[in-house]
């Protein structure tokens, strides 16, 4: 029998796994990137539970611990930087059996990709335009590429899907404002390290939060409530 193809829009995190199972379940995968490159960098998110328990079917754990970070003090401090409180970060690690850690997500991405990088065809720097299903398969238009038909098509391009947008309409019919704005970068040589602890101050409204990474690098992570949406988004 013919190989099932499924395209899958997004190489972040859901794509690359997603092509990882269908690849040894017998499908013929293809991953389709806006960007023109894989898309590294991210903020450092928990790593657990359901998702470690598919990592480690995934024999990626080792790799996932390797760039990973361990956390071992949570501290909240006070205007002037001085600490209110604090806890160890035994208290999470333990109950989960050591099964936590965290992680930048490009890390993670990044990991998850390699699996297979170089089984499956990967296209960067397009996004599908259009979708037709028919009887015997789904009719793509890509902004620069030639049409295909596939079998199935996967729309894992996050928040601001392009495959949701082509087959259902806009984003705004679906995009439900929460009353929070968040964004994180990187700084070098940034003086006030701590390692291995997560350290935040918040007053209502607003909150800030950093983080000592390997390469004398710092994540800064910032948060804001807002009642109504920005006219813009911020760049």
């Not at 996932?64 to 003090?73: E, P």
């Not at 789904?138 to 082509?166: I, K, P």
């Amino acid at each position: 029998m013919k190989r099932k193809s499924v395209l899958i829009s997004g190489a972040g995190i859901v794509g690359p796994a997603l092509a990882y199972w269908l690849w040894h379940r017998g499908f013929e995968p293809v991953l389709i990137e806006r960007a023109a490159q894989f898309r590294e960098g991210g903020y450092m998110i928990d790593f657990w539970g359901v998702g470690f328990d598919v990592a480690g079917r995934m024999n990626l754990i080792p790799r996932l611990r390797d760039v990973g970070y361990v956390i071992d003090r949570v501290k909240f401090v006070n205007e002037r930087g001085r600490t209110r409180s604090a806890f160890c970060a035994e208290i999470v690690r333990c109950p989960l059996g050591n099964r936590f850690f965290s992680l930048p997500r490009g890390d993670l991405a990044k990991a998850i990709f390699d699996t297979v990088a170089d089984q499956i065809e990967t296209i960067f720097g397009d996004n599908v335009t259009g979708i037709r299903e028919g009887p015997t398969g789904v009719d793509v238009q890509f902004e620069h590429g030639h049409a295909r038909r596939f079998d199935l098509v996967a729309g894992c391009d996050g928040l601001h899907s392009g495959v949701r947008q082509v087959a259902w309409g806009p984003e705004k019919e679906f995009e439900k404002y929460l009353g929070y704005y968040c964004a994180s970068f990187l700084t070098t040589n940034y003086p006030h390290r701590e390692e291995r602890t997560y350290t935040s101050y918040a007053e209502p409204g607003q909150q800030i939060s950093r983080y000592a990474l390997r390469g004398d690098r710092t994540a800064f992570l910032l948060i804001f409530a807002r009642e109504q949406p920005l006219a813009r988004h911020p760049d």
